[in-house]
């Protein structure tokens, strides 16, 4: 699972393919407190979560 912000969501979407070879699950952070979440490759806050799941 990867959090990330809207800068970086092609990057974790195609980290998650080569990875785990399935179709990633995206989902936007919008009923959670999103300043609980940073993004793991520039720490803003994070919009998206990236899951292979």
Request: aromatic share 10%; proline share 4%; with cysteine.
């Amino acid at each position: 699972m990867k959090y990330c912000c809207s800068e970086h969501v092609e990057l974790a979407l195609d980290e998650v393919v080569d990875e785990y070879e399935v179709a990633p699950q995206l989902t936007k952070l919008e009923s959670v407190d999103k300043s609980e979440f940073v993004c793991g490759y520039c720490g803003q806050p994070a919009v998206y979560i990236v899951a292979n799941e």
